[in-house]
T-cell receptor, first 115, second 116 residues
C-alpha cells in the first residue's frame, strides 16, 4: 500500500534561515509527487509537483524539491524563509500517471517562522 | 486558474440530523472529485473518490451509508453526512481533478462541521 512519511512534525525557524522538510514515500511503481501548503485559515495550494524528467523541481514562492528515486524521497527546500511562509506543509504521492488517481498525504509539517 | 468552491464553509447541527456539503468546480469540468476529512492538526484522509455518473469508491473504514456521495454533473459533487454524531465533527475538504489546462487536483476551501 502507498504511504507517505514526513519526518518533521513541527519546525521553528528564524527569518532568512534555510529550510528542508523531509518526505519519504512507499510505493512500488511510477509515482507523481506533490508538496502542498495550507496557510492559516486557507485552503490547500499546490507548491510544486514532480511527474517525470528533471528530479529537481522548482515551485512557487522560491520553493524547490528534489526527487531521489533510490531513497524514495522528495524533500522540500527553500534557501531563505520568510515570516509569510508560516503554514502547514503536506507531501503527497499519487501512484501511476492518471490525472484522476487518488492522493495519499503525509501527516504534515507545521512551519513557524519567527520574524 | 481552476477554482473549487465548497458550501457551506461551516455548519453546526444537532446530533441525529443530516448535513449536505456541496463541492463545485467553477471554471472547469471535473470527471473525478475526491472527499477528504481532516482532524485538527492532522493530515487529510481520503474518504472517497467520486466519478461523474457512477457510484463513489469509498476507502476502507469509511461507511458508505453514512457518508453519501452524489456526483450528478461534471461540476458538482455532494457529500451528505447522515444521522450526524459528535464524532463526525471535522473539516471536510473536496478536490476536483481537471484535464487539459486545468490538469491536476484543485482543492476547495473546506467545510467545518460541528455536531452538537
Amino acid at each position: 500500500a502507498q504511504s507517505v512519511s514526513q519526518h518533521n512534525h513541527h519546525v521553528i525557524l528564524s527569518e532568512a534561515a534555510s529550510l528542508e522538510l523531509g518526505c519519504n514515500y512507499s510505493y512500488g511503481g511510477t509515482v507523481n509527487l506533490f508538496w502542498y501548503v495550507q496557510y492559516p485559515g486557507q485552503h490547500l495550494q499546490l507548491l510544486l509537483k514532480y511527474f517525470s524528467g528533471d528530479p529537481l523541481v522548482k515551485g512557487i514562492k522560491g520553493f524547490e524539491a528534489e526527487f531521489i528515486k533510490s531513497k524514495f524521497s522528495f524533500n522540500l527546500r527553500k534557501p531563505s524563509v520568510q515570516w509569510s511562509d508560516t503554514a502547514e506543509y503536506f507531501c503527497a504521492v499519487k501512484g501511476g500517471s492518471s490525472n484522476t488517481g487518488k492522493l495519499i498525504f503525509g501527516q504534515g509539517t507545521t512551519l513557524q517562522v519567527k520574524p | 486558474g481552476a477554482v473549487v468552491s465548497q458550501h457551506p464553509s461551516w455548519v453546526i447541527c444537532k446530533s441525529g440530523t443530516s448535513v449536505k456539503i456541496e463541492c463545485r468546480s467553477l471554471d472547469f469540468q471535473a470527471t473525478t472529485m475526491f472527499w477528504y476529512r481532516q482532524f485538527p492538526k492532522q493530515s487529510l484522509m481520503l474518504m472517497a473518490t467520486s466519478n461523474e455518473g457512477s457510484k463513489a469508491t469509498y476507502e476502507q473504514g469509511v461507511e458508505k451509508d453514512k457518508f453519501l456521495i452524489n456526483h450528478a454533473s461534471l461540476t458538482l459533487s455532494t457529500l451528505t453526512v447522515t444521522s450526524a454524531h459528535p464524532e463526525d465533527s471535522s473539516f471536510y475538504i473536496c478536490s476536483a481533478a481537471g484535464t487539459g489546462v486545468a490538469s491536476g487536483q484543485f482543492f476547495g476551501p473546506g467545510t467545518r462541521l460541528t455536531v452538537l
